[in-house]
């Protein structure tokens, strides 16, 4: 394995490098099932000579879901960090968004000053349309890194649908203050190999964060989810919702931490998921943890699998459907639902073509 650090080979050489043990879970267990974490191949590009704009040193203090590995090696592939401030006090109406096609490694950071309110896109896959590329395949990241002041707001937005020849990696770290509130809205619609970690930190007191998953894999895609928040400030909540439909001989792993930091008085943290089985093939594993170092906490996790019951398949056959046809019902709900919550055009142009929908692209955009 090659060094973490220096790691771009010379200037027009290409290699690849081993990332092992990342999107870590926080607490190892259940090590014989191999839920832990997951081992990535990456590509190395020669960056030597460019001219390389890193964020302020402030940045380097958020921690990131997928580890200090990926984030040394989005900052030696990236060809620059993009640094964006939000005002004091300031309502964004604009979304900031992160548009990363195929092959392209995006290193952002985001600054959310007390008492403003922003929106933030992150949209991965096929915007040939939008960048210009012509580059379809290969892998792609997207490292965000986000510090929420004291009373400010922030909406993200992840859509990540890569190709089946592709792999995905999404780090994210977020830093709350005192009265901070972000809500997060994920929407993972397939691609041959995504990796999402997300940290969050909630550092002040009354900090919330409120998370709603909701992912499709099917065929032989593989997709890894590790997300882990840090309660440390008094009277803080969390709030982390994952639906998702797995089909064919897809895989899933799922790790979910809740940390009740020492000192996080009257903290809560909720965590649930339920999962569509639609594949005899399919392999899920989900690994939901609460850490508590403080008695005066509450903290509750359940997961839901399954698949669809015989009684609403009978309702649906009454109807006309074919299971297949009523399978595909929760499937295109998913894609329909991420298509009407898509807050900028580069995130619906990832998902109108899908042929999940029952509606393109074209007749949402007249509508």
């Not at 922003?118 to 915007?127: P, R």
Request: glycine residues 10%; negative net charge.
């Amino acid at each position: 394995m090659m060094a973490e650090k220096n790691l771009a080979p010379e200037a027009g050489a290409e290699g690849e490098l081993t990332l092992e043990r990342v999107n870590v879970a926080p607490a190892q267990t259940w090590n014989r099932l191999r839920t832990n974490d997951i081992t990535l191949t990456v590509p190395l590009r020669g960056r030597k000579g460019d001219v390389y704009f890193s964020l302020p040193r402030l940045f380097e203090g958020v921690e990131c879901g997928m580890g200090r590995k990926v984030t040394d090696w989005v900052e030696s592939q990236a060809r620059g960090a993009r640094y964006v401030e939000v005002p004091r006090g300031e309502r964004r109406e604009e979304p900031i968004v992160v548009a990363v096609g195929a092959g392209d490694v995006a290193d952002t950071g985001v600054m959310v000053r007390a008492g403003a309110e922003a929106t933030i896109v992150v949209a991965a896959g096929d915007l040939t349309k939008v960048t210009g590329s012509s580059v379809r395949s290969g892998t792609s990241a997207s490292l965000l890194r986000v510090i929420v002041e004291a009373g400010a707001r922030v909406h993200l937005h992840e859509y990540v649908r890569v190709g089946s020849d592709q792999q995905h990696l999404e780090s994210v770290g977020i830093s709350a203050a005192r009265d901070a509130r972000v809500d997060v809205h994920q929407y993972l619609l397939g691609g041959g190999t995504v990796a999402l970690g997300l940290a969050c930190d909630l550092a002040g007191e009354r900090a919330r964060v409120d998370l709603g998953c909701r992912y499709h894999a099917g065929g032989t895609e593989v997709l890894d989810i590790n997300e882990v928040v840090r309660q440390r400030g008094r009277n803080t909540r969390s709030e982390l919702s994952y639906n998702g439909v797995l089909e064919d001989a897809a895989k899933k792993g799922l790790r979910t931490t809740i940390d009740l930091v020492h000192g996080a008085k009257g903290a809560q943290g909720n965590e649930a998921e339920t999962v569509l089985v639609l594949g005899d093939d399919v392999v899920n594993k989900t690994l939901p943890t609460i850490l508590c170092d403080e008695d005066d906490v509450a903290g509750n996790h359940g997961a839901t699998i399954g698949s669809v019951s015989p009684e609403q398949l009978a309702y649906l056959a009454d109807r006309g459907l074919s299971r297949a046809d009523a399978e595909q019902l929760f499937v295109s709900a998913l894609y329909e639902d991420a298509l009407m919550h898509a807050p900028c055009p580069e995130a619906r142009l990832l998902i109108g073509d899908c042929p999940q929908l029952t509606e393109t692209f074209d007749e949402v955009e007249e509508a």
